[in-house]
C-alpha cells in the first residue's frame, strides 16, 4: 500500500503532494513502482495534529481518488469519517482504511457495510492532539489485542461482515517506542484474532529513535526508509497482509525476499 497524503503537514512528506495534479501523479508513480493499492488521505494524523473540517478533507481526497480510479489505480481511502468514506466508495474507493477503528464517528460501520468493501480496523484509543498521554500499558500485546477484539465485536454488531476486517495494531498511534517493538514481535498473536493484518511502520518516530544519532538525535523522517523496508521484510516473513509504506519500490523488494525466505523453509 503506497500512502498519498493530500494534506500540507503529514509528518514525512506534508505539503509535497497537498497539489490535486501532484498526488495523482504521485499515485501513479507509486503504481509503477509496484504498489497493489494507493491509499489517499486528506487529514494529518501526525502527533499533535488539529482536525481538518468535512468540507476541506472531501475537497482534498474526493477528486484524487477519482482520477485515479477511472484510469484503473486501486484505491483506498484513509479517513475517520463515515461520510468521507461513503463519497470515496461512490468515486472508486475500493477500501476503506479508519486509523480510529470507528471509535471517531459512530456511524463508520453502518457505512462499511453498506458500502460492501474492506475496513481497515486500527488499535486507537483517541485524536493525535492528546494520543501519546494515552501510551499506558501493562502488557501492551495483550491489551491491544483484546480491544481490537472488543472493536470488532461490536463493528460486527453493526452489519459489517467477518469477510470485510482487516486489522492494524496502530504503531506509534497512542504507543512508545517498545511498544512498537512488542507488536512488531508479536505479530502472530494478532494474527489470532482471525483477520488479515496491515502494518504501518513507514518513517514513524519509533524508527527514527532507533537509528538516532551519537548525540542522541533522532534520525529524520525521510532517512528511516531503509529501516522501514527491514520491518517490512520481517512483517511479511510473519504473515503480515499488507504493509503500508512512502516508498514502495525498496519495500516491494523486501516484500518479495520474505516471500523467497518463506518458501526456502517450506513454509
Known amino acids: 500500500m503506497g500512502v498519498v497524503n493530500v494534506t500540507p503537514d503529514s509528518f514525512s512528506d506534508g505539503g509535497q503532494w497537498f497539489d490535486e495534479g501532484a498526488a495523482i501523479r504521485h499515485g501513479h508513480e507509486l503504481v509503477r513502482q509496484g504498489a497493489d493499492i494507493v491509499d489517499v488521505g486528506g487529514e494529518s ?11 476541506e478533507e472531501l475537497a482534498r481526497v474526493v477528486p484524487v481518488i477519482r482520477a485515479l480510479a477511472a484510469d484503473g489505480v486501486p484505491v483506498s481511502v ?3 469519517r463515515a461520510e468521507v468514506a461513503r463519497a470515496a466508495v461512490a468515486v472508486g474507493a475500493g477500501l476503506v482504511n479508519d486509523v480510529s ?3 471517531a464517528d459512530p456511524e463508520m460501520a453502518r457505512v462499511v457495510a453498506d458500502t ?7 488499535h486507537w484509543r483517541g485524536h493525535s492532539h492528546d494520543m501519546d498521554t494515552r501510551a499506558v500499558y501493562t502488557d501492551v500485546v495483550t491489551e491491544v489485542r483484546e480491544e481490537l477484539a472488543k472493536r470488532i465485536g461490536l463493528i460486527l454488531a453493526d452489519g459489517v461482515a467477518e469477510e470485510q476486517i482487516v486489522i492494524d495494531p ?3 498511534f497512542a504507543k512508545r517506542s517498545e511498544h512498537n517493538w512488542a507488536l512488531m514481535a508479536a505479530l502472530g498473536d494478532l494474527a489470532e484474532l482471525g483477520h ?5 511502520a513507514s518513517r514513524k518516530r519509533f524508527l527514527g529513535r532507533l ?23 520481517l512483517a511479511a516473513r510473519d504473515g503480515a497482509w499488507c504493509v503500508r509504506v512512502h516508498q514502495v519500490a525498496a519495500n516491494a523488494d523486501a516484500v518479495r525476499v520474505a516471500a523467497a525466505w518463506t518458501r526456502g523453509g517450506g513454509r
Open 211 to 233: 537509528l538516532a544519532g551519537s548525540d542522541g538525535t533522532p534520525r529524520p523522517f525521510g532517512r528511516s526508509d531503509d529501516a522501514t523496508a527491514a520491518v517490512t521484510a
Open 196 to 200: 488479515p493484518l496491515l502494518i504501518g
Open 116 to 122: 460492501g468493501v474492506p475496513y481497515v480496523v486500527m
Open 170 to 172: 496502530g504503531l506509534g
Open 101 to 103: 477503528g470507528g471509535l
Open 45 to 55: 494524523t501526525r502527533p499533535g495534529a488539529v482536525r481538518v473540517s468535512l468540507e
Open 78 to 80: 484513509d479517513t475517520m
